[in-house]
């Protein structure tokens, strides 16, 4: 790897870390795209799956008095089941697949609230959620837009809404280490990941920028945090969208 690659994942993993400590999904977004830039996709995803489960799971450890335990609880259940029926037929996408994809999700953000009542407070709409998010999880890399729709029609104030994200991806992206993980070593793929000094320099950049959305978080209000929320992770899209429709051009 590069000395100008390494630096960029280095500078990636803060910036996104602190856009998921505002957000609570913006940075999974951003950097997975950036990481599906310099790595092999397989490699992209258990290195996304590594820094996100740091971040995640600091996020949720930093916030933890404002989790929704209940939540979180069957959102694990129903992500064991998607990780398990994936990783029976996992096959890594290819980038321009991968970008379509992250490029489409944040579509969902614009359906009218009427159309999905979803409701992540509920029981069975919690369990659907961990089947749902974590199987998009590991088929396109990120599923922060739909892990949302679960969110938006809560009465949860935007600290347990972070909080309670932050501790359910942590069992998305366990699953997405797990499942991709033993994919590259059944293919000898081991090499095409990251050095390990890289992931003891942005494990840490992580948690500072993690902390470093949280001091952000508290001063949006609710209504600007869903506004921006919906107006940065479509951006991202928008580009992601351009950027695929640039690799099936160069592909043929």
Known sequence: MSALAALFILVLAFVTATLSGVFGMAGGLVLMGGLALV???SAAFVTHGLLQLVANGWRAILHRRHVNWRIVAIYALGSLIAGVVVSLIAIAPSKPFLFL???LLPGLLWLPQDWIKLDAARPGQALLSGIMVTGVNLTAGVAGPLLDIFFVRTALTRHVIVATKAATQVFAHLAKIIVY????LRTHDGAAMPPLWLFALAIPLSMLGTAAGG????R??????????RLIVTAVGI???VQAGQLFLGAR
């Open 39 to 41: 790595l092999p996709v």
């Open 101 to 103: 994809f992250m490029g």
């Open 181 to 184: 993980g033993g994919l590259m």
């Open 215 to 218: 001091r952000i978080l508290d």
């Open 220 to 229: 949006l209000t609710d209504v600007n945090f869903k506004r921006y929320t």
């Open 239 to 241: 580009m992601y969208l």
